[in-house]
């Protein structure tokens, strides 16, 4: 008798022991959720959750193999609107002093481009482009290498109230 409530209690122990370490576990689990790091990523080697459902999932259903096509993704292009070309265009040229077109070595510079500069301007009851264009001026001969000065010249900017291209300054005083 006494052999068989030293089983009985060993038993009831043992079932006590299994239960405290599940319920120490799921203590464990809901402080790292509760206090953790907030991360859907499970550690790799460490405590794994408990399974919410222990059922096998069943054979007979199958995932259907419907597919939807997705147009592809076209993104719109950068910059501004291109000023319209029906509007009159006046052209501006900026050109550097003649003096300055002559090298350090001697030779006259040579244009070699320019750079071009679109604002609206609006004048009363008349829309009209102001192109600037500065030219630019650099010595075939020596390459600029020749002086310290630099090897492409080009005409001062045309100070401008905002940096964006936007209407002259002359329409914003109209309003």
Known sequence: MLLDAQARFEKQQARFDKENGILLE???????????????????????????FDLPEPNSIEPEGKTTD???????????????????????????????????????????GEEALEQLDIVPAKLQ????????????????????????????AVPRLFRNPSPAPASWLIS
């Open 129 to 156: 482009v102001i192109r600037h264009i500065r030219a630019k001026y650099a010595c075939r001969h020596c390459e600029g290498l020749e002086d310290d000065s630099p090897a492409v010249k080009i005409s001062p």
């Open 70 to 112: 997705v147009p592809a993704h076209t993104r719109k292009q950068g910059g501004r609107k291109p000023l319209p070309e029906d509007l009159p265009w006046v052209e501006v040229i900026h050109d550097i002093p003649s003096e300055e077109k002559i090298c350090g070595c001697g030779p006259e510079l040579s244009r070699i």
């Open 26 to 52: 799921q203590i464990r689990l809901l402080r790292q959720q509760l206090y953790g790091k907030k991360s859907e990523k499970m550690p790799i080697g460490g405590p794994q959750p408990l399974p919410l």
